[in-house]
């Protein structure tokens, strides 16, 4: 069974930047896709970025679409989200999720969290002047 770490958060300006890790246990990360996700308080849980397993093809939120980019690294088990132009819309908890189908439908149903799982704590992410 897969267990996800996430890592990285923290308190920036607008602007500024931050790179996010989510790192699995259990189970190689190479296996299945993954998702980022962020819920600020008082709202649901918004997906922000998708990254596949068979050729690397990424999906992102309008929302943060040519700002953030989101790498994975097999060798080091590890999902990264780097997050550019950050914008105090952006303050929210972020955590990672494993993707519960096949690698082919993922185009089909990123960024909806109901097809994502195996959640972690998350990690902090505030965006304040």
């Known amino acids: 069974q897969v267990q996800l770490v996430e890592s990285g958060g923290g308190s920036v300006q607008p602007g500024g930047s931050l790179r996010l890790s989510c790192v699995a246990s259990g189970v190689g990360l190479r296996h299945f896709p993954v998702g980022w996700f962020r819920q600020a308080p008082g709202k649901g849980r918004e997906g922000v970025s998708c990254i596949s397993t068979s050729d690397g093809s990424t999906y992102y939120a309008v929302s943060v679409k040519d700002r953030f980019t989101i790498v994975r690294d097999n060798a080091k088990n590890t999902v990264y989200l780097q997050m550019d132009g950050l914008k105090p819309e952006g303050t929210a908890l972020y955590y990672c999720?494993?993707?519960?189908?096949?690698?082919?439908?993922?185009?089909?149903?990123?960024?909806?969290?109901?097809?994502?799982?195996?959640w972690g704590q998350g990690t902090q992410v505030t965006v304040s002047s």
């Open positions: 999720g494993s993707f519960h189908l096949e690698d082919r439908y993922l185009g089909r149903y990123c960024p909806n969290p109901d097809f994502f799982g195996s």
